[in-house]
């Protein structure tokens, strides 16, 4: 029953969407890099999620449907507003990428467990991954963090899911690159014996 | 067959995945077995995935992002009880895309066509006022404790004949902005927004007019009006649906000189 009573819809509404806010402020926070703006663009996705609520076919995965509104929103009013600003041009990440592929066996450190890296997650992780240029953040947020499908991922960016499997694939090689550092003070990239 | 000349580069990527079928699978393991340079980017595609996976710290919401949301779903649900058909939203949304297209082409065309944008909504009942009150001192009261950065002044347009709706602290193209709604006994609307920001950003394309010796930039389509102008660091933009002139004669009755 699409056009149920009014209480009604608010009830189904706030089951599914309510539990998802503290996941979709943290996208936010992650998208926008401002808490302002992350509390700003969780209240308009609730808006435009509960207006089309219609349109949200129960038993479909609910949480990719209000990143899509989500990411909708955050690329109309935020993305044009704000310039890209990572510490290092992706170029120059790309490159690092390519060194560490590139060197000789047995000559430099192996990427190791991450099981080594404990319980606590050192702030690193998150500031690279905010460094990231958008296109490829975002890609990475929704796979890797968020745990979506390629398809799903890719209807969320409203792109071909190869475009979106090219953009993980570069995310991925530049979050590596700019934590490679350091992880290897940390030693979280040990010596190969 | 892959030779160690003919890397197999994202497919790493959907094996790790696990998004590739057996035969290709097969194929690209005898690689890896061979090639140093691919194990070590699948090594730290591995690494870099389960690094993100292992879990990000994750924020609580703060409660004001809560109250905000309800407060947000409670204003659709009070709207949504004389909301109007569809197909007078869709009207109201393409006289506002044919404004976003002629202003698209001066580039930086977010701030006029969201300001369209806006009155559209308005008129389609399709824009939440965060208050809706009559009194500008209370809707000045409500802005004062936002974090907006500039002091507002909710224009009264009483003497004109527009009785004000609502408004609230808001949203123009990503740039915060302080937003009042006005609306006539004919069923005229005008919205009004400050932001922080300069005239001289604004696209061209704009009729120049100067009044009081404050510079006014207007455009027009479609049946909408935009005005802007500067008063320090905050440009105002009055949306009007109403006549063309009655519009401007609105901002130059509320416009101050810097
Ligand atoms: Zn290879």
Redesign the interface.
Known sequence: MPHGD?EDK?AR??ALALPL??VL??TA?RLTRA??D???L???T??RA??TFENFRPGTNGKAWLFTILYSVFVN??K???REAGPIPPDELEER?QR????A?GADE???K?EA?GER?P?E??AA?RALPEAFRAA?LFV??Q?LS?EEAAAVLRCPVGTL??R??RG??L??AS?QEYAREAGYLRPVN | MLTTGNHP??EL??LL?G?LEAERRAQVEAHLAVC???R??L????????????????????A???A??AA??D???RA?RRRRPAWVIGLALAAAAVLVVLVTRGGAP?VVAAAAEELARYRAADL?LQLETGDPRALERLIARS?LRFPVRVFDFGMMGYRLAGGGAH?L???RSALFAYEDAGGRRVVCQMYEGRITELPAGAERREHDGIQFRIYRTAGLTLVFWQEGDVVCVLASDGDPEEAVQLAYAKAIKE
Do not use: H, I
């Open positions: 009014p608010r509404f706030e806010m503290g402020y943290n926070l808490s302002e992350a509390a700003d969780v209240q308009e609730f808006l509960y207006r009013r935020w044009r507003a704000r990428f560490f592929v590139e060197v066996p192996e990427a190791g991450t890296w997650w702030p992780v998150e991954l990475v890797d963090v745990e390629y499997r090219s993980l694939f991925r090689r979050l590596f934590l | 580069g994202d990527q959907q995945d998004r140093a340079r691919c070590r980017e090594a730290a595609l591995r690494w870099v995935t389960a690094a993100v996976r292992k879990g990000l710290p994750e924020r609580d919401v703060p004001a992002v809560a905000g949301v947000a779903l204003g659709a649900d949504a977010d939440p974090t949203r193209a990503g740039r």
